[in-house]
């Protein structure tokens, strides 16, 4: 298949704000594919390469210079090729070659279809197609049950794969859990307060600290133990010590999902910033990793995926009970919010409020699981805001926030320090908005961004912040969304860089 088939068709996707209309246009699109094709493309529909890691970045992407083909001619396949050159690429030379590869790329597609891969290299699609409405689109065009496509990814961690097997007319129910083949996790969602989530549940539940950790999955069979992290990829080499930890269990087979964090010499967790500092690094380091289990899916030969989380919490404690994540099963809103309050005084995020019959919904953010952990708004100042792409292509998106240094630490006492970029949160009418006044008040503008003059506050929820050298005051916000502008609040009024730096523990 030519790459300009999925140049149309996301382009179609895009246009369209329909969930059916995006599926349909993506399962003619996945019908038309031949059996090699799948995977590669199912992974560029979702600006995800089958490769993971191609090494390539935005400053790369932006020094590449072709004259691009006049008429399509690249396939998926010579795509996926260049992908494996790319992914491949390593020790001298790999720049050069990287560059070479690019511009050979860039040579042979069209301008449509250069703007498509490098959205796709950068992970930004944003074609609103995300992946349960590929799943819906699989199901689709290969007549399967939308559920049976879903329990398939799930279960095997890959939605290509997925893909292939249910166009190809493979049996999708055939498709299990397996050790050693990591699945996608299971998610909470989200609630105000213990109590809150405790009503959501209907019942008795399990309450568990909230860890600022790292998601791992770890599997064993006998001796040999692997680790994988949220996004599935295999990351055993790294923490010896949690693969020393899951050996001592009484247990020769196991699929255990959990956290992993680092402790200081007192016991409590180190930032969140040190845990993935050592968590993403090859280097030996001296900060060690400890890992907290909270679910068990498998133990030697019986898969617990399809049984009631108290089961399988009986069956943890079993195999695992001193690495477990602390909690209580109660029906007590009094007894969830003192865990709350313990988990928060032991520096943790807050609490997970787990129904005790629910089973586990791989890769799905349902009601059983609701977490709760205090949510920290801010007041910023917009500095500068991106192009966006995709659906926002033609309007002014990601935003560059500021806090107000009132000391003088980094300029001029009273001026402003960025401390983070957000898209997240912003409706449609504050898109329209914020594409006609940001350039009212432009100073400056480079390739992708305007530059503005300090005075438009904006109300920010975060998470948390970390430690970070990329911004000039050191510190980064972690998931930071929009809540909404504040035309009533001066600037002088944002709140300042030595607030944020006290959340930093």
């Known amino acids: ?202 019942g008795p539940a399990s309450v568990e600290f909230k860890l600022d950790g790292a998601r791992i999955q770890v599997h064993r069979q006998g001796e040999d133990v692997k680790v994988f992290t949220r996004n599935l990829a295999d990351i055993t080499r790294r923490v010896p010590e949690i693969v020393e930890a899951v050996r001592s269990m009484p247990v020769d087979e196991a699929i255990l999902d959990g956290e992993t964090l680092s402790l200081d010499e007192d016991g409590a967790p180190r930032a969140f910033q040190d845990t993935m500092a050592r968590f993403g690094s090859e280097a030996v380091s001296d900060t060690a990793l400890r890992p907290w289990f909270f679910d068990v899916l498998h133990v030697d030969g019986r898969d617990l995926i399809d049984e009631p989380l108290h089961v399988r919490l009986t069956e943890l404690e079993r195999i695992a009970g001193p690495w477990r994540v602390p909690g209580i099963v109660t029906d007590d809103p009094q007894a969830a919010e003192q865990l709350s309050r313990d988990a928060l005084a032991a520096a943790h995020e807050g609490v997970v409020v787990k129904a005790v019959d629910s089973v586990y919904a791989a890769g799905r953010r349902g009601k059983s699981w609701v977490k709760v952990k205090p949510v920290l708004t801010y007041d910023l100042v917009v500095l500068g805001v991106e192009w966006g792409s995709g659906r926002r292509a033609g309007q002014l998106s990601n935003l560059h926030l500021g806090a ?99 959340l930093l523990r």
Request: glycine share 10%.
């Open 404 to 502: 107000r240094d009132e000391d003088g630490e980094f300029g001029p006492a009273g001026g402003y320090v960025m401390v983070g970029k957000t898209f997240k949160g912003l409706t449609d009418e504050l898109l329209r908005w914020q594409t006609a006044h940001f350039p009212t008040i432009e100073t400056s503008r480079d390739g992708y961004a305007l530059h503005v003059r300090p005075e438009t506050v904006v109300e920010i929820a975060i998470d948390g912040v970390q430690r970070s050298p990329r911004y000039p005051g050191g510190l980064a916000l972690r998931f930071a969304r929009v809540k909404g502008y504040r035309p009533d609040k001066a600037p002088g009024e944002a709140d300042t860089i030595q607030t944020l730096r006290t």
């Open 1 to 202: 298949m030519l790459l300009h088939e999925l140049v149309v068709t996301t382009d179609a996707v895009t246009a369209t704000s329909s969930r059916l209309a995006k599926v349909a246009a993506l399962a003619g699109l996945l019908r038309l594919l031949e059996p090699a094709e799948i995977v590669p493309a199912v992974g560029f529909l979702l600006a995800s390469p089958r490769q993971q890691t191609l090494g390539v970045g935005w400053k790369t992407l932006s020094a590449v210079f072709s004259v691009h083909a006049a008429s399509p001619v690249l396939t998926v396949e010579e795509v996926d090729e260049a992908f494996d050159a790319l992914a491949s690429a390593a020790g001298p030379g790999s720049v050069a070659t990287r560059r070479a590869v690019l511009e050979d790329l860039a040579g042979r597609a069209t301008a449509a279809e250069w703007d498509l891969l490098t959205r796709i290299m950068r992970g930004e699609l944003r074609t609103g197609a995300l992946e349960g409405v590929l799943v819906d689109a699989i199901a689709r065009a290969a007549g399967d049950p939308v559920s049976a496509v879903r329990r398939a990814a799930m279960l095997s961690g890959d939605l290509g794969e997925t893909a292939r097997l249910a166009l190809t007319g493979a049996d999708l129910e055939a498709v299990g859990l397996r050790v050693g083949r990591p699945v996608l996790p299971m998610l909470a969602s989200t609630a105000g307060s213990p109590t809150e989530a405790l009503a959501s549940v209907a």
